[in-house]
T-cell receptor, first 115, second 113 residues
Framework: AQKVTQAQTEISVVEKEDVTLDCVYE???????LFWYKQPPSGELVFLIR??????QNEISGRYSWNFQKSTSSFNFTITASQVVDSAVYFC????????????FGTGTRLTIIP | DTGVSQNPRHKITKRGQNVTFRCDPI?????LYWYRQTLGQGPEFLTY????????KSRLLSDRFSAERPKGSFSTLEIQRTEQGDSAMYLC???????????FGPGTRLTVL
């Protein structure tokens, strides 16, 4: 069975600091997708990134970067120079079978950026 | 570009009543998903459709729950004889196909008194 663990329940950092959100996953499949979603106070989940299991290259998008390491089953998310607008709950998710049938989410990390 | 819409946004009902929620996916998305999210938890998968066919149902979806997507466009989720444990946010998502990301709607928050 697939499982996603986000051990950090809540994180608070001062604005402009860097912050890393951890995600560890479990799956018996060799082909799968990993995702990060952001849930701001308004409640609507916003897609951030999708990564397939064959692509271990790190990805950078503006202030966001993702580190995928199959050896440790981790898919960590770093925000550089954090801003107040980054305050939200962030979810890591997993989809097996190299498809997108259903997502298994972690319990989320609530990130608070202190101005 | 219109996103996924859900109605109503909030629903308060008494235990034992039936409720129905509607989801309108992004136009031309042929996959539609339902999830449930309780306070402090991540969304949990309930069911999904490809066009009008319901392809998978979670064990979370008891006999009191039924979902339909009659013409492969909008979908409805009905809960019969609601219980207090059904109180949650019900999220709908859609995707172009099985290889693209899911886009989520704003959710319907159900409160069962």
């Amino acid at each position: 069975a697939q499982k996603v663990t986000q051990a950090q329940t809540e994180i608070s950092v001062v604005e402009k600091e860097d912050v890393t959100l951890d995600c560890v996953y479990e799956t018996r499949d060799t082909t799968y997708y990993l995702f990060w979603y952001k849930q701001p106070p308004s409640g609507e989940l916003v897609f951030l990134i999708r990564r397939n299991s064959f692509d271990e290259q790190n990805e950078i998008s503006g202030r966001y970067s993702w580190n995928f390491q199959k050896s440790t089953s981790s898919f960590n998310f770093t925000i550089t120079a954090s801003q107040v607008v980054d305050s939200a709950v962030y979810f890591c998710a997993l989809s097996e079978n190299f498809g997108n049938e259903k997502l298994t989410f972690g319990t989320g990390t609530r990130l608070t950026i202190i101005p | 570009d219109t996103g996924v819409s859900q109605n109503p946004r909030h629903k308060i009902t008494k235990r034992g009543q039936n409720v129905t929620f509607r989801c309108d996916p992004i136009s031309e998305h042929n996959r539609l998903y339902w999830y449930r999210q309780t306070l402090g938890q991540g969304p949990e998968f309930l069911t999904y459709f490809q066009n009008e066919a319901q392809l998978e149902k979670s064990r979370l979806l008891s006999d009191r729950f039924s979902a339909e997507r009659p013409k492969g466009s909008f979908s409805t989720l009905e809960i019969q004889r609601t219980e207090q444990g059904d109180s949650a946010m019900y999220l709908c998502a859609s995707s172009w196909d099985s290889y693209n990301e899911q886009f989520f709607g704003p959710g319907t928050r159900l409160t069962v008194l």
